[in-house]
């Protein structure tokens, strides 16, 4: 099946900093991929939707200035959370689709972001 | 608006029970795809099934079936025989194309299998 992949996979950083997680798509071009956040004990909450060459939509409630998506290439997006607060340590997963394959959503392992 | 609700928040069994997760949604679509994913300890999500809504054939797989009511707008997951392994969270999702193909999730329903 197809392959997503992220990196890092866990990260911890300082308040004031910035991460970036990436988001790979390993054996298929992906057009469209997401983001999304889950707290503990919580679901998964979309924040945005990244396309392509094109600007990230997010959702609403989401900082689009503090959560900065770039979409470079059909197998690359990343994720840039800027100036990091405790309040942003979450597990953030990314997923990538493929259209041909009915929609369907690819997950990657995601990423566990502690700001200490 | 569509909207997921997984109603159990967590479920415990002994081994080789059968455990059933139930799912109601919502939309206003009449195409729509639903979808269980597993989510282990290790965090990462597993895909177990996809549904489109003009397909309301229930669908086995070794221990997992899934019960399609489009009259009741609900999809839910039954694990026979149930195992520790199984013990993880389950959500079920909802996508509608029309909306660029954003998964709703449900809350999810833990499940714990005890040997």
């Known amino acids: 099946g197809a392959v997503v992949s992220q990196h890092p996979s866990r990260v911890i950083c300082k308040s004031g900093t910035s991460v970036k997680i990436e988001c790979r798509s390993l054996?298929?071009?992906?057009?469209?991929m997401f983001w999304y956040r889950q707290f503990p004990k919580q679901s998964l909450m979309l924040m945005a939707t990244s396309n392509e060459g094109s600007k990230a939509t997010y959702e609403q409630g989401v900082e689009k200035d503090k959560f900065l998506i770039n979409h470079a290439s059909l197998t690359l997006s990343t994720l840039t959370v800027t100036s990091a607060h405790p309040e942003d340590s979450s597990f953030y997963i990314c997923s990538a689709i493929i259209l041909a394959g009915g929609y369907e959503q690819y997950f990657g392992p995601g990423t566990r972001l502690t700001v200490t | 608006a569509q909207k997921v609700t997984q109603a159990q928040t967590e479920i415990s069994v002994v081994e080789k029970e059968d455990v059933t997760l139930d799912c109601v949604y919502e939309?206003?679509?009449?195409?729509?795809?639903l979808f269980w994913y597993k989510q282990p300890p290790s965090g990462e999500l597993v895909f177990l099934i996809r549904r489109n809504s003009f397909d309301e054939q229930n669908e086995i797989s070794g221990r997992y079936s899934w019960n399609f009511q489009k009259s009741t707008s609900s999809f839910n997951f039954t694990i026979t025989a149930s195992q520790v392994v199984d013990s993880a969270v389950y959500f079920c999702?909802?996508?509608?194309?029309?909306?660029?193909?954003?998964?709703?999730f449900g809350a999810g329903t833990t499940v714990t299998v005890r040997a």
């Open positions: 939309t206003r679509d009449t195409t729509y795809y």
């Open positions: 999702a909802l996508s509608d194309p029309s909306n660029d193909y954003k998964l709703s």
């Open positions: 054996d298929f071009q992906a057009t469209t």
